[in-house]
């Protein structure tokens, strides 16, 4: 059969004259509906693949669930709009802002696929803020990401089949791919797709720089865990174009990539879920764990700060303690622990211990004595005499704190292993080196018994044992646990993240000792890297 591909170049002006809608959205597709993706390894084992987690895969999936789940508020919308409104820095503003205004009078939630679709600074905002994962900017569509995934589950499409995207993609996206066959890739933005492989063909775009790419993806909807997507002819603002919109956070797996005709790039896809073995044991497990606040802001902040966003978490935590009642005895005491973690994060000691003080207050005047969110606060209380050099007064706060957790929670519970891990630090730097492995040892059998592994916390486990045998000169035992650790942490953390390079800076100082200086630097240069990032 010939070909009637209508990608190629020399068609392309034919095929706009004839379909208008498909040549007026074809240069959005080439500029705003660029997507960004995350890759994870799997494999059959699945002890080995939860510890091949990519740490940035595991949270941009926790992020766009936590925003997802955010409770509507009345206000929502108009929060919105006032962030709209704000932005001085959009070509023709009156237009703009007439569609802002447009947007305040007449959306509602079962119009939100048909503003998405529509060419407006709804698509391009919203599409910039999750390619560049903007918190602030996601934050303030929380209600539009909500009403869109509603839209989406309640015209879920119900059979089996193909669906078609065309795109260019730049030759490094490509070569991700071509390396990453067999492994699962998740999408962090909407996606759309098509019914009619011709009309994904119009969008492969003939971009100098970029490849042409044509996604044939195969999808299932009677999987469990599935993100929804949902035929949109008739929610569309382009009903011509037989359009499959995925949500965002969708998961395939490639599987394979392959040269096509006309020097179109062919990459097979299959729809996936996260109940997948790989994710399933991690993903449930940091559910439970960022399900455990009852407050969608202090929720979301904790994210935040488990993924190193320790300024985004801050302004999170700060909102909510604004919108807390005076007379508050439960919230706010957390919120004032939490800004405390922060401010020592930031390494701003005397903040850090006023607000942590704050907290210690009030729980000590309304909770018993042996609460463990006594405990919490003074265990966070002696991290900043830690670093303040008082390691005898760390080291009696840690003591106490652990007295409260084992009372409340037995032996074998997570908390008593981070205290045995502070417990050994402060060890260290008393030059009570054996105590410290001791203590690390401890922690680290505790997690074995309450952790999925592959977690980032053995990671925590194999670093600081790691200092210890630099401490004691053995540098070959050292480097092995830093190795352990990095493989870790580079699998379950985001790549930003500041253990990454708390780590490099560990086996960049072992050379260093070594005077080994050329070996060593390479690796401050990438913990440098990593902290100018944050």
Not at 19 to 45: G, H
Not at 188 to 202: H, I, K, P
Not at 448 to 476: A, C, D, I
């Amino acid at each position: 059969m010939v070909s009637t591909f209508r990608g190629i170049c020399s068609q392309l002006n034919q095929l706009a004259t004839s379909i208008p809608s498909r040549y007026r959205r074809r240069p959005r597709r080439e500029t705003d509906d660029l997507f960004s993706f995350d890759i994870l390894s799997t494999d059959d084992n699945q002890e080995k693949s939860t510890a091949e987690l990519d740490g940035h895969f595991i949270h941009s999936q926790l992020l766009i669930e936590a925003l997802q789940k955010m409770k509507s508020t009345s206000t929502a919308i108009e929060e919105f709009i006032r962030f709209c409104q704000d932005q001085k820095d959009i070509k023709d503003q009156n237009c703009y802002l007439k569609l802002v205004h447009e947007f305040q009078n007449e959306y509602s939630s079962d119009k939100s696929v048909w503003w998405y679709t529509r060419d407006s600074f709804v698509y391009r905002m919203l599409n910039k803020a999750l390619r560049v994962q903007n918190i602030d900017v996601l934050f303030v569509f929380r209600f539009f990401l909500r009403d869109i995934a509603q839209q989406l589950k309640e015209n879920q499409w119900s059979s089996p089949g193909y669906v078609y995207r065309g795109q260019s993609l730049s030759k490094y996206e490509l070569k991700r791919l071509q390396q990453s066959v067999g492994k699962l890739v998740s999408i962090n933005s909407l996606l759309s797709t098509t019914r009619y492989r011709d009309v994904a063909e119009v969008y492969v775009g003939n971009t100098e720089g970029l490849e042409k790419v044509l996604f044939i993806i195969y999808v299932n909807p009677l999987i469990d865990g599935i993100k929804p997507f949902a035929d949109i002819t008739f929610l569309s603002d382009f009903p011509q174009e037989g359009e499959i919109l995925f949500m965002l956070g969708s998961i395939f797996q490639i599987e394979s990539v392959q040269i096509g005709e006309y020097r179109v790039w062919l990459i097979e896809l299959k729809l996936c879920s996260d109940h997948d073995e790989a994710l399933k044991t991690i993903f449930n497990y940091l559910r439970r764990e960022s399900s455990r606040c009852e407050l969608d802001l202090l929720a979301l902040g904790n994210l935040l700060h488990d993924m190193g966003k320790f300024e985004d978490s801050k302004n999170y935590y700060n909102r909510c303690l604004k919108l807390l009642p005076p007379n508050d005895h439960v919230w706010k005491p957390y919120c004032y622990y939490l800004l405390g973690l922060v401010a020592t994060e930031n390494g701003d000691d005397k903040c850090a211990l006023d607000l942590l003080s704050k907290s210690l207050n009030i729980r000590r005047q309304t909770l018993k004595s042996s609460d463990p969110s006594i405990a919490d606060t003074l265990t966070a209380i002696a991290r900043v005499h830690y670093n303040s050099c008082n390691f005898g007064q760390a080291l009696q706060l840690y003591r106490e704190a652990l007295a409260i957790f084992q009372q409340a929670f037995g032996d074998d519970d997570l908390t008593s292993a981070m205290t045995y891990t502070n417990i050994g630090v402060v060890c260290k730097e008393q030059k009570l080196y054996f105590d410290a492995l001791n203590y690390h040892e401890k922690a680290r059998e505790i997690r074995l018994k309450n952790l999925p592994p592959g977690h980032f916390r053995f990671g925590t486990s194999w670093n600081n044992m790691g200092e210890v045998y630099q401490r004691l000169g053995e540098y070959g035992t050292a480097l092995k646990y830093y190795k352990r650790a990095l493989e870790i942490y580079k699998r379950s953390l985001p790549p930003e993240h500041i253990e990454i390079a708390i780590v490099l800076v560990n086996k960049g100082s072992i050379k260093e000792e070594k005077v080994d200086l050329r070996t060593a630097l390479p690796f401050y240069k990438q913990a440098l890297n990593i902290c100018l990032r944050m």
